[in-house]
Nanobody
Framework: QLQLVESGGGLVQPGGSLRLTCTASEFILRYYAVGWFRQAPGKEREGVSCISNSDDTSGDSESYADSVKGRFTVSRDNAKNTVYLQMNSLKPEDTGVYYC?????????????????WGQGTQVTVSS
């Protein structure tokens, strides 16, 4: 079964860090762009970041929502078939369920790319 699995969530104090992992089973992740999204209770899902597929040189390889620029970093390890989201200087407003999803590209409108496979999500709670 083609799927994505997130891990690495947890409870962290404001100012702390977490690294989320998105791993693919049954397909090679390097050929896909991977987006990270989050959803807080009572709020709509929002795009956090997108990393282009490894062969896409047409534009920015990484994109971020304004709310996380300078604090979050997305990267990939093709040997491990994994994409990471390093989250630093976490704030209470970063709390939510984080999802990864695969798409053929990020593009300039990466939040609306055709994401076809989604993980089940991992909970991130930022609280003192």
């Amino acid at each position: 079964q083609l799927q994505l699995v997130e891990s690495g969530g947890g409870l962290v104090q404001p100012g702390g860090s977490l690294r989320l992992t998105c791993t693919a089973s049954e397909f090679i992740l390097r050929y896909y762009a991977v987006g990270w999204f989050r959803q807080a209770p009572g709020k709509e899902r929002e795009g956090v970041s997108c990393i282009s597929n490894s062969d896409d040189t047409s534009g920015d390889s990484e994109s971020y929502a304004d709310s996380v620029k300078g604090r979050f970093t997305v990267s990939r390890d093709n040997a491990k078939n994994t994409v990471y989201l390093q989250m630093n200087s976490l704030k209470p407003e970063d709390t939510g369920v984080y999802y990864c999803a695969s798409a053929p590209y990020c593009g300039t409108n990466w939040k609306r790319s055709p994401y076809s496979r989604w993980g089940q999500g991992t909970q991130v709670t930022v609280s003192s």
